[in-house]
């Protein structure tokens, strides 16, 4: 059994002059970082600040264990909390999503 740990970010960029998400989901076994998701999708609902942000980068980050890591043998097993910015930190802090724990079972 393997156990690792799941976590993303989104950062707001433009694209085609309409807001557009760039979304990294990464998976840190301990041995290796590995990212399993990087791409630009557009927003799932407005967007009028860090924690509509963080919100996109937790559902994203979820979508991810639950398809792309559950294909690899990867489940979450628990989860912490979506990090939130103080009033005032919004500048010095990336919207993320809680880190998932995640284990594999297979062997391979």
Known sequence: ????????????????????LHLVVWLDTGRRIETVRDETLAPLRPVSGFADLAWHADQWT???????????????????????????????MLPRSAPYSVRNLSWG
């Not at 059994?1 to 557009?20: K, N, T």
């Not at 043998?73 to 939130?84: S, T």
């Open 62 to 92: 979820q979508e991810t264990i639950g398809t792309t890591l559950a294909e690899q043998g990867w489940e979450a097993i628990a989860a912490g909390d979506v990090p939130l910015a103080e009033a005032g930190e919004e500048a010095n």
């Open 1 to 20: 059994m393997r156990f690792g740990r799941v976590e993303g970010i989104v950062s707001p960029i433009e694209r085609d002059g309409a807001l557009a």
